[in-house]
């Protein structure tokens, strides 16, 4: 595929810094900050994009493992079938990454639900259970996006390669 | 959501109306995010707005407060800040009997704002606090945007800088700025001298703030609402739920802790949130009092103890707090400026309420903001977006800390 996808963002980035850039006045500052961000946006993309069905399917991954440990606190069958949804959608290779992403939004968001349908007891195990099991996908989210700058202490973060093996 | 129905981006009433009886607010807050929701309903997007058309704005707005006796000049846009549309200018006017001349700066909400929050609250606690800390003066409001497309208010410009004028920019809202080894000190100290003023006159403050609602000492009434203004906005916003958002909700509500203090709390209080003048280290104005309220002095401490605006001294053997001082330090210097104690536990809570609001702001809002093209700044607050899970992993360590 001649340009591809990196060929792409590659041109773009070198156009708005080279051409683009030097062509806004330096007391244009909301222009200035607009346009470093255009390009520290896609700069992050660019490192993100060969990665990105990996990264949906691991986070697909992380929410099935809660569903799975919060159906086997509750004997609930509240998380069942959307959990099969994003299992069949994961098993799909024809299924786009946006459809896999609804079918997670769609579990995370009947996990919320089932959550907050749980008396005392359960609430209070479930919540340890919610976050020992939001450590994997809050790292993978956190290394996804450590090109942000927003890590104070970005060395203790696995890089994102390690965690989409992991 | 390619496609796929997000009740979220053109809501209806009865979506808005479940929402409003699970998560109870303070009055001026619940109007301020009700409006929101129905101007999103409208199906209203972001237009860039002309200067010219801003300047008229302004006019009729100064025009219905002083009469037609001035003038506006040197118009410009002003850069910083990831939510309100600002216009710098000079203005001259007939003040009484006297003739004036200031520098200016409107300050106007897009069709919606990262932090949606009510300029009549912003415009009655910085005339609040006139005298009391540095403050811009703030001289006109158009509450419901009357005389401008939105919500709006006119204060005048205060001298002074964010961040150090050699620090090179590497980061939107002065999130983890380094103020450096010789103007540390000195910006520290009143750094912690104001907050600690600002949070002894909370109750003398009050009945200066109509659009505030009251806050008693002994009840936890008005800790739940706050919780509640963030869940409120969470489920307005959000893409999808995150259980540990769920899970942090049901602590805070369970473990609100009674007010023992009346404080006034900035809300967003935090290194590059105030002014300063470089040559002499002396902070000129607090900015950015959209978010205050009646409550608890340890939510501003929690909030300018958080992870990202915290980073290594020079000499990389500790932590400085907020850019300024190491852990125990800076809680002492609190302590001592305030005459107030720090309790570690209410500070667990509010570090844990800070981290869940951030992230409702962040991931919540942000996306809504963005998505929708709403503002003047959705690259802004997209890039925003991405500070939400090292928050969420602040939430997630500090919530297994106090299980």
Known sequence: MVPDSDLQLQVVIKALREAVGPAIRADEKVAQEQLHLSLATLGVLRSQLPMTRRFIRALSSDALDLAGKLGALTSSQALSAPREALEAALADPSRENHEIEAARSALMDSTCALIETLGPDLADQARRVVIDASAMPIERQRAWFIGSGFESAPDKVRPIETLLEA | MHGTLDIRQRPEDHFLDAIRDRFPVEAEIDRTLSRKMRLRASGDVYAAHSLDSLIEGTASLIRANVGDDFTISNARWLTGGASKIQVAFELEWQDGSARRQAPMVLRMEPNESVVETSRKREFELLQALDGVVPVPPCFWVDPDGEHLPHPALIYGFAQGVTKPSDLPSQQVTGIGLNYGPKLRAPITAQFIEHMARFHRMGAELAPRLPSFDGVEVGSNASVIRLVNWWRRVWEEDRAHDEPLMTVAYDWLIANAPPIDHVSLVHGDCRAGNFLFTEHDARITAWLDWELAL??????????????????????????????????????????????????????????????????????????????????????????????????????????????
């Open chain 2, 294 to 403: 009646l409550g608890d002095r340890h939510q501003d401490l929690a909030w300018s103890m958080m992870d990202p605006y915290s980073h290594s001294n020079e000499e990389g053997t500790a932590q400085l707090i907020n850019g300024m001082l190491p852990y125990d330090d800076y809680i002492a210097a609190y302590e001592k400026a305030s005459g107030l104690t720090v309790d570690p536990a209410r500070l667990a809570y509010y570090r844990v309420l800070c981290s869940y609001l951030s992230v409702s702001i962040c991931l919540g809002t942000g996306y809504r903001v963005a998505k929708g093209a709403k503002t003047h700044q959705d690259i802004v607050v997209s890039w925003l977006a991405m500070i939400s899970y090292p928050i969420m992993e602040q939430l997630r360590g500090t919530l297994k800390e106090v299980l």
